[in-house]
């Protein structure tokens, strides 16, 4: 996808550049400054609003009412999405956790639950087993990870 919006946007500048020198050779030489420094703004704006919208995705599901959560590491971003129904159900049954109200994004559990399960290549040809021993190994590192930070903390 980023592949083809670069290549489009080479295409695009190149474009622009061509439009740009012909309305150079017909404008008089005190205008094309102004001109210029105009259509660089407004190049600008356009590459703002592009970077703004790679930040800021879904604005549909934003526009119905629905929620989300942003994070990321140093390499990486994550967003969870809900909406008001998911947020309503958080901590009624079936499945209430004690620490529901904790988290800012609802039914937390339900939410690693669907991101965990499932995320294995589906090339790695594991047994099911295997698939859960991969899990509970991805969740001992967790558990770790969390153990390490109360250390830090105390």
């Not at 970077?51 to 879904?58: A, E, G, I, W």
């Not at 294995?120 to 967790?142: F, H, K, P, Q, W």
């Amino acid at each position: 996808m980023f592949e083809f919006n670069a290549r489009s946007a080479k295409n695009d500048e190149r474009s622009w550049r061509r439009e740009r020198e012909q309305l150079k050779s017909k404008m008089h030489h005190r205008t094309a400054p102004a001109v210029d420094r105009w259509v660089d703004e407004q190049m600008f704006e356009e590459d703002l609003r592009a970077v703004l919208l790679m930040m800021r995705p879904h604005r549909r599901e934003r526009l119905m009412g629905w929620s989300e959560y942003r994070t990321g590491g140093r390499n990486f971003r994550a967003t969870v999405s809900w909406d008001e129904e998911f947020a309503g159900d958080a901590g009624t049954s079936p499945d209430p956790l004690p620490q529901d109200e904790v988290f800012t994004v609802p039914n937390f559990a339900d939410v690693l639950e669907a991101l965990v399960i499932g995320s294995i290549r589906s090339d790695a040809e594991l047994t099911m087993e295997e698939e859960c021993e991969v899990y509970r190994g991805l969740l001992n590192e967790l558990a770790r990870r969390v153990d390490q930070r109360e250390q830090c903390g105390s």
